[in-house]
């Protein structure tokens, strides 16, 4: 148990669909995360947030669209996915975000157990 | 740019050593460690700032080179536990770069 919580655990969605994804951390942190990973590649980041602002978009596709209202939670809602968009969706969280002032050991992530995406 | 680990599998017999390589283009301020089992998150194992240290968790420990722009994870008397893909993240520049993850290292234990 991590401190960091995601919802659902599994999720298949046609192409038409719209779901959320949900985070919620119990650490206390003002940074979180949302990271893509797919089979054989690296974690891949695709948002970052600090103190509810977003500070990161890593060129993702306008079909995921993040929300955080605030520090504690971040959503990740999806509409008109693709197949190749099915992976593992992890949510992470830091006492900061980097960039924004912190040391190393602040910007430690602590990980969810991640929503396996199914896209059909 | 992300940082390269090596190797990409290893499979060892329980109570083997094993080293875990991630090496870096770019001169490094912090490197993290992470495990992930097959279904679950990422865990945590340590972080290792600028400096040269090593540090040490149990049996596994890590070592930070500087100059090489490289860290290393050791594993030493691996248990069945240790199974699982190693990520080392690492972040380039104090204040203004974000923490990025190698390709990962899968380790099998085998009894």
């Known amino acids: 148990e991590t401190g960091v919580t995601q919802t659902p655990r599994h999720l298949v969605m046609g192409m038409t669909n719209k779901k959320s994804l949900k985070c919620e951390q119990h650490?206390?942190?003002?940074?979180m995360y949302w990271y893509k990973q797919s089979a054989k590649k690296p974690l891949e980041l695709m948002f970052v947030y600090s103190l509810e602002e977003r500070v990161e978009n890593n060129s993702v596709p306008s079909r995921f669209s993040p929300e955080c209202p605030n520090s504690s939670h971040l959503f990740l809602h999806l509409h008109t996915l693709q197949p190749e968009d099915s992976a593992l969706y992890l949510c992470a969280s830091s006492q900061v975000a980097p960039g924004i002032g912190g040391t190393g050991n602040q910007e430690t992530q602590y990980f969810g157990p991640g929503t396996r995406l199914l896209v059909l | 740019q992300q940082p390269v680990q090596s190797p990409q599998a290893v499979i060892l017999r329980e109570g083997e050593d094993a080293v875990i390589n991630c090496s870096s283009s770019?001169?490094?301020?912090?490197v993290h460690w992470y495990r992930q089992k097959h279904g679950e998150a990422p865990v945590f194992l340590m972080i290792?700032?600028?400096?040269?240290e090593q540090k040490g968790h149990e049996k596994i420990s890590a070592s930070f080179n500087e100059k090489k722009q490289q860290s290393s994870l050791y594993l030493t008397a691996s248990q069945l536990s240790y199974s699982g893909t190693y990520f080392c993240g690492t972040v380039v520049n104090f204040g203004n770069e974000k923490l990025t993850f190698g390709t990962g290292t899968r380790l099998t234990i085998i009894p």
């Open positions: 650490l206390g942190h003002n940074a």
């Open positions: 290792l700032l600028k400096g040269g």
């Open positions: 770019k001169a490094l301020y912090s």
